[in-house]
C-alpha cells in the first residue's frame, strides 16, 4: 500500500494548516510534510482540534527532498492546460481516477497542495509525475486549502495494498537523465527540449514503470545510441555491441 504524504507548499495561513491536519486524519492519512510554512502557533493547533498528533509531527522538508525521497509525485492544480501544444499542465485527472493510478504503489506518493493565493508554480508543477485537478464550478473553481486536501483524501481513503515496487525515484531519475542525453544524441532542437522532457516526465509519471521496465528502457537507449554511432560499420564487426 502506498504511503501518502500530503505536502502543503508553502501555505500562508496557519489556520489552513490546522484545517488540514484535521482533514487528513478524518480520512486516516498522518503524513503531512510542510514546504516553508507561515509561523505555526494557537491557531494552528486549535483548527487541527483532535488532530494535533498529525499537526505536531508534521515534517519541515524542501521540494527537492520530497521528490528524492517519493516513487511519485502529484501536483495539484486548478489552473490547467486546454491544449497539447502546452504540457505543463496536462494531462489532467480528477482524484477519483488519481486512486486507480496511485493504488499499486509501493513507496510515498506526495501529493502536492499549492500556496492559497496562486497555488504551484510552472517548475513546481513541471518537476510533477502526475497532475490531479478538482472539477469545480467554473463560476468559482478554487477551493479553500483544507477542502481540496479532504477531498483528495476522501479518494484515497481505504486504498488496497500493492501487488509489485515501482522504480525508485533514483531509477526514474536515471532513466530520464539518459533520454535527456539521448535527446542530445539524435540532435533534438534545443527549443523543444523543456516541453519534451515534461512530456516525457508525464507519460512515465502515469505509466508507473516496474524496476525491470526501467531497465529494458535503459537498455533500448543504450542499443540504439550504439547503432547512431556505428551507423558505418556493419553490425559484428565491433568489440562491443550492447545488449
Aim: glycine fraction near 6%; include cysteine.
Amino acid at each position: 500500500m502506498p504511503e501518502i504524504a500530503i505536502v502543503l507548499v508553502e501555505p500562508m495561513y496557519e489556520g489552513n494548516v490546522g484545517f488540514c491536519a484535521r482533514v487528513m486524519k478524518n480520512f486516516g492519512f498522518s503524513r503531512l510534510v510542510l514546504v516553508n510554512p507561515c509561523p505555526l502557533g494557537s491557531e494552528a493547533r486549535a483548527r487541527a482540534s483532535h488532530a494535533r498528533d498529525v499537526l505536531e509531527n508534521a515534517v519541515h522538508a524542501t521540494l527537492a527532498e520530497v521528490r528524492r525521497e517519493s516513487s511519485l509525485v502529484v501536483a495539484t492544480t486548478g489552473e490547467v492546460s486546454k491544449s497539447v501544444c502546452t504540457p505543463t499542465r496536462m494531462p489532467y485527472y480528477e482524484p477519483a481516477e488519481l486512486r486507480g493510478m496511485v493504488k499499486d504503489v509501493e513507496g510515498t506518493v506526495s501529493i502536492l497542495f499549492g500556496r492559497e493565493n496562486w497555488g504551484l508554480s510552472n517548475t513546481e508543477i513541471r518537476e510533477s509525475d502526475i497532475i490531479c485537478t478538482i472539477p469545480a464550478s467554473q463560476a468559482y473553481p478554487i477551493l479553500n486549502l483544507s477542502h481540496a486536501v479532504g477531498i483528495v483524501c476522501y479518494e484515497l481513503a481505504g486504498l488496497p495494498r500493492g501487488t509489485y515496487r515501482l522504480a525508485s525515484p533514483v531509477e526514474m531519475a536515471s532513466l530520464l537523465s539518459h533520454i535527456d542525453a539521448f535527446l542530445d544524441e539524435i540532435e533534438h532542437p534545443d527549443f523543444k527540449r523543456e516541453n519534451t522532457m515534461t512530456l516525457i516526465r508525464r507519460i512515465l509519471g502515469r505509466t508507473q514503470l516496474t524496476s525491470r521496465e526501467v531497465s529494458t528502457i535503459h537498455g533500448l537507449l543504450r542499443r540504439t545510441e550504439w547503432h547512431i554511432r556505428h551507423h558505418d560499420q556493419p553490425e559484428g564487426e565491433s568489440d562491443h555491441d550492447p545488449c
